[in-house]
């Protein structure tokens, strides 16, 4: 592709404009830890709410849906859009909970709860599983997606894609802390949305396309626009819809979608002012991140399987393309090389604002991860804060490149997101209970991550069966399920004083607690009065959210597919769905 001079213009200020954010904020990042990774503690809710859906807002995330559409249709997005009910339970039930802890990172939570050296294996452990591996395969994936964005719309080989993104990703990240990120993530969030916007309604209008109602009845289309499955087909509903809406949500762990929080969600809560902050921010990155997001990627999607009917199209369109890279998910940068130039520079300024978004979050995350939960906890005990963040730097630095030599040998975004829910399937449940049932002890998480870890690498890398995606991950959950729950009552639980330290600080529903209760009670604890919401409360809350969310979704889904009046009907549903919950919530 040729980019005219316009074009580069556009590029070149949005590379510009992030350096800058990431100098003005290294001066504020570098005077502590507690700065460099949570930014103080004081940023608003709206700012952590739009960093959490910029960093979700990858540029592998388009070529994802792009994949799943072409493969299953509108409804195969139920693989992620099930995860709303991960997030709602997180807005409404542990939202406050996080905050509550004052904890530096998530990890920091496994010696709140749990004690003993196993509780500080289990820190140490996960800090480099998480912070290093399981980060770093995160990061190759998203710097996949831009080799391929970059393959077809620059016509650069993948090493130039990631030294440019590496390169300047690292050095806003390493210079700006979580505040750094924080801010790029807000500027670089609107301008992928304004410009996939604009992209989508000028595919849309392609010669080629045709315009919205020839896209919706092209033979190529027509079968892939429904947003449910055809439920007189178990062979389709089933993997596309039940085990989602059912199993995968609570089950499986995926980071931005963590049963109970985690992660960078998790990082965002714990840099809130306030526990309604908190609350707030991640209701605002549910909304946006499922009813706000997804359309302009659908339409763009679904105006491939027109123009490029097939994978074959797609080669011939691209020869100097790796063969070994052509997949469906291609097909999303393809459709954005027929953008004119001025539009072209915009669009590839926004792709590359979500790739690096992504990469500067996990970067930090990472970072935060290796700082706090091995090296000061494990090494240095008494670092300062200069020596912290000196190696939080050296650390954001080692991630990248361990991210950018991983990505190059890797081929698909539909693969590498199965295996991700593979490794994480079964450990769901034991995060959501974690907080409420007080037998739960750190050798139930060893297990559990033991167990996972196991029954993903023989289904990947030993299993030659016939079995699907979804049955190997439905087997994971059950076995891993039953092997966290025999170590629980096996091993000996969490000691007295640890938890009922837990119970004090962190004040979960009593449901689940009762010897640590009557204990404090024997002791003379007077425990403070609990104000919060009532669980059956939060349940609520936890429906109406679901409820606003994917009316909306589907809302204006069935406004773009012509059919207005059901269409009109969602989006009043949704708006009578928040008005409850704003009230219940009061």
Known sequence: MNLQSLDWIIIAGFFAVTLLIGIWSSKQAGKSAKDFFLSGRNMPWWLLGVSMVAT????????????????????????????????????????????????LTDLEFYE????????????????????????????????????????????????????????????????????????????????????????AVYVIRLPEVGGLDNLLTHPNVVGKIDMFPDFTDMNISVPLFFIPIAVQWWSAWYPGAEPGGGGYVAQRMLSAKEEKDAVRATLLFN?????????????????????????????ASFPHIDKSIINDDLAFPAMLSLLPSGLLGLIIAALTAALMSTIST?????????????????????????????????????????????????????????????????????????????RINAYSEIVAMIVSFALAIYFEMIYSGTLQSWQKMCIAVLITTICWIAATFLTRPTDMHTLRTFYQKIRPHKSGWSPILAALKNDGVELPIQRDQKFTSEL??????????YCLLFGV?????????????????????????????R
């Open 540 to 549: 609520l809350m936890l429906f109406l959210g679901c409820v606003m969310i």
């Open 112 to 199: 709140l709860r749990y004690s003993g050296k196993e509780a500080a294996f289990l820190r140490g452990f996960r800090a480099i599983y998480l912070g290093v591996f399981f980060n770093v395969m995160i990061m190759a994936t998203v710097m996949l997606a831009g080799i391929k964005i970059a393959g077809v719309m620059l016509g650069i080989s993948p090493v130039q894609t990631v030294l440019l993104v590496s390169i300047v990703t690292v050095v806003y990240s390493s210079l700006g802390g979580l505040r750094g990120v924080m801010l790029t993530d807000f500027f670089q969030f609107f301008l992928s949305m304004i410009a996939m916007i604009v992209g």
């Open 287 to 315: 909304l946006a991140h499922y009813a706000l997001r997804p359309w302009p990627w659908i339409l763009i999607a679904l105006a491939s399987l027109v123009v490029f009917p097939n994978l074959d199209s797609i080669a």
């Open 362 to 438: 996990h970067l930090n995350w990472g970072a935060s991860y290796i700082v706090n939960d091995f090296y000061v906890r494990f090494i240095h005990s008494d670092a300062t804060d200069k020596q912290q963040v000196a190696i939080g730097r050296i650390a954001t630095l080692i991630l990248m490149i361990l991210a950018a030599i991983f990505s190059l040998g890797l081929s698909s975004a539909l693969g590498a997101f199965e295996i991700l829910l593979q490794i994480g399937a079964g450990t769901g449940l034991l995060f959501l209970l974690r907080w409420f049932w007080w």
């Open 56 to 103: 979700t807002f990858s540029a592998d995330t388009p070529n994802l849906v792009t994949d799943i559409i072409r493969k299953n249709g509108v409804a195969g997005n139920w693989v992620w859009w099930a995860f709303l009910l991960t997030g709602m339970t997180t807005v409404f039930i542990y939202a406050k909970l996080w905050r509550r802890s004052g904890i």
């Open 557 to 585: 889904g069935y406004v773009i597919y012509g059919n207005t009046m059901l269409g009109t009907l969602c989006v009043l549903i949704s708006f009578l769905s928040g008005f409850s919950l704003t009230r219940l919530w």
